[in-house]
């Protein structure tokens, strides 16, 4: 009964190839995330989408491109990939606490794409 | 602009204290929050604290926020061996559905 769900945890594909990453969450929350973690670990928000909307898109090639089928799914799915694609990518879902006006956001396990 | 940081590296033997400290910029940060990161795993939430709080204990983790010198602090009491792992400050500098704003990540490394 995992929380959120990220497929595939590997990814290991050529420059110039297209590929999608899935996540899913089972936690009835409203807000997803993705964010890429670089070789030195450091985590950078890409998108969030809240009920299917997008909300946050950061600065970000076009290549990269979210869909939200339902709230519960969020995938990513790149073309044209290239060298430099080649990070961790976290899927994040999170869930507005009542009155508080802010939120906490769970984490997936993570996708390890690799461009060669 | 809204930056967290964060010392890269700690290291620590078994049974001592481990103290992980945090500085951010945007004081209308409403909520603080410490993530574990294992080798090759995810991001797991260890805890978070309201802007409002100055302490907040969690059996042996205990977060210290000092929001004047927008300072936060992370003691883990009794560190074990699986404890190693790199611990990531975050904050949130908006509403509900806002990014969060995570530090550089501090490498804790605990010998036996």
């Known amino acids: 009964d995992t929380a959120v769900s990220q497929t595939p945890k590997y990814l290991v594909t050529q420059m110039g190839n297209d590929k999608s990453i899935k996540c899913e969450q089972n936690l009835g929350h409203d807000t997803m995330y993705w964010y890429k973690q670089d070789s030195k670990k450091f985590l950078k928000i890409m998108f969030s989408?809240?009920?299917?909307?997008?909300?946050i898109n950061e600065t970000v090639p076009n290549r990269f491109s979210p869909k939200s089928p339902d709230k519960a799914h969020l995938n990513l799915h790149i073309n044209s990939l290239e060298l430099g694609d080649s990070a961790v990518y976290f899927c994040?879902?999170?869930?507005?606490?009542?009155?508080?006006?802010?939120?906490?956001?769970?984490f997936g396990p993570g996708t390890r794409l690799t461009v060669l | 602009g809204e930056d967290v940081e964060q010392s890269l590296f700690l290291s620590v033997r078994e049974g001592d204290s481990s103290v992980i400290n945090c500085t951010y910029t945007?004081?209308?940060?409403?909520?603080l929050y410490w993530y574990k990161q294992e080798p090759g795993a995810g991001l797991q939430l260890l805890t978070y604290?309201?802007?409002?709080?100055d302490m907040k204990q969690d059996q042996r983790l205990t977060v210290l926020l000092n929001k004047k010198d927008k300072h936060l602090s992370l003691r883990i009491a009794d560190t074990q061996t699986g404890d190693s792992a790199i611990y990531f400050c975050?904050?949130?500098?908006?509403?509900?559905?806002?990014?969060?704003?995570f530090g550089k990540g501090t490498t804790l490394s605990v010998s036996s």
């Open positions: 604290i309201f802007s409002n709080m």
């Open positions: 945007d004081s209308s940060s409403t909520y």
């Open positions: 994040a879902s999170s869930q507005e606490l009542a009155g508080a006006h802010t939120d906490t956001q769970y």
């Open positions: 975050a904050e949130n500098p908006g509403q509900a559905g806002t990014a969060l704003i």
């Open positions: 989408y809240n009920n299917k909307e997008l909300i």
